[in-house]
């Protein structure tokens, strides 16, 4: 749950000059809310007036390291305490490259930059793999993916909208032969896409857990079917295996209190009789 403090930051400091539309505050929240108090590294491409760095650094709070990038000299002037600028095109790699040695793991990057197509596949092809391994990257004001003069366009190739779909193929790598295992499949938890907002949410992707439960047929009174693990792959990290161990726990204990309850030593006796004729 979120305490709404986006919408009211904005809205009680008209004077900063933070240019968003109002559907972003939600969704930034939804996404970003754990990072609060967490002293992360944030990343916004595009600096303008610099409201939105202010905003951000109220919003993380005591620690915050916001990093803005412009390529306007001009922006500077913004710089503060938790506050850098670095003035370069978001899309050269070379001027990228000095951001990172300074900032070598971001943990959030939102690209409010040029808007252009090229722009934003160069950043986040050389960006993405920088990102903390649960860490977000953030593209708004993407309905420039629909408009010409940003080099977008309707199923354009080469708009960042198509790239997103590729990306959309890549994070299910894993169901298909065709699909190369990529370091993108291996980071990538989600792809969240809204009215002009993509999100990439990241953490580290292992094999998958499979589980299967018995099935009751429409119509026959059974007891309640003792949950089946079909087929457990534990993925290689910690995070994972805790969390299927636990649901292993969880299926175990299921399954003895099932095994212990009234209503299956009551039907023992049918169980009995269906494999004494054969059936199973």
Do not use: M, Q
């Given at each position: 749950m979120t305490d709404g403090f986006l919408h009211r930051y904005f809205?009680?400091?008209?004077?900063?000059g933070?240019?968003?539309?109002?559907?972003?505050?939600?969704?930034?929240?939804?996404?970003?809310?754990?990072?609060?108090?967490?002293?992360?590294?944030?990343?916004?491409?595009g600096v303008a007036s610099g409201g939105s760095l202010q905003m951000w650094k109220a919003y993380f709070g005591e620690g915050a390291r916001v990093v803005g990038i412009d390529i306007n000299p001009d922006c500077r002037q913004h710089e503060e305490e938790g506050i850098e600028i670095f003035i370069g095109e978001q899309g050269d790699a070379r001027f990228l490259e000095?951001?990172?040695?300074?900032?070598?793991?971001?943990?959030?990057?939102?690209?409010?930059?040029?808007?252009v197509m090229k722009d934003m596949i160069a950043?986040?092809?050389?960006?993405?793999?920088?990102?903390?391994?649960?860490?977000?990257?953030?593209?708004?004001?993407t309905h420039t993916c629909y408009w010409d003069r940003y080099g977008g366009g309707l199923k354009r190739a080469g708009s960042f909208m198509e790239f997103v779909k590729d990306r959309l193929d890549d994070?299910?790598?894993?169901?298909?032969?065709?699909?190369?295992?990529?370091?993108?499949?291996?980071?990538?938890?989600?792809?969240?896409?809204?009215?002009?907002?993509?999100?990439?949410e990241k953490r580290p992707q292992g094999r998958r857990l499979s589980i299967e439960t018995g099935a009751v047929q429409e119509g026959t009174v059974q007891p309640s079917p003792v949950p089946q693990i079909a087929e457990v792959r534990l993925p290689p990290?910690?995070?994972?295996?805790?969390?299927?161990?636990?649901?292993?726990?969880?299926?175990?204990?299921?399954?003895?209190?099932?095994?212990?309850?009234?209503?299956w030593k009551v039907t023992a006796p049918l169980r009995s009789m269906r494999r004494l004729f054969g059936r199973s």
């Open positions: 809205l009680n400091h008209g004077n900063l933070v240019h968003k539309w109002t559907h972003y505050f939600d969704i930034y929240e939804r996404h970003l809310e754990r990072f609060r108090a967490k002293k992360p590294v944030v990343v916004e491409i000095t951001v990172l040695e300074r900032y070598p793991l971001i943990d959030i990057v939102i690209d409010d930059g040029s808007h950043s986040f092809e050389h960006l993405y793999d920088r990102v903390s391994p649960d860490g977000v990257y953030l593209v708004e004001d994070i299910n790598a894993a169901h298909c032969a065709d699909l190369p295992d990529s370091r993108f499949s291996r980071s990538t938890s989600s792809i969240n896409v809204y009215d002009s907002v993509v999100v990439f990290d910690r995070a994972e295996i805790d969390s299927a161990l636990r649901r292993i726990d969880e299926l175990e204990a299921a399954k003895s209190a099932l095994l212990g309850s009234t209503s």
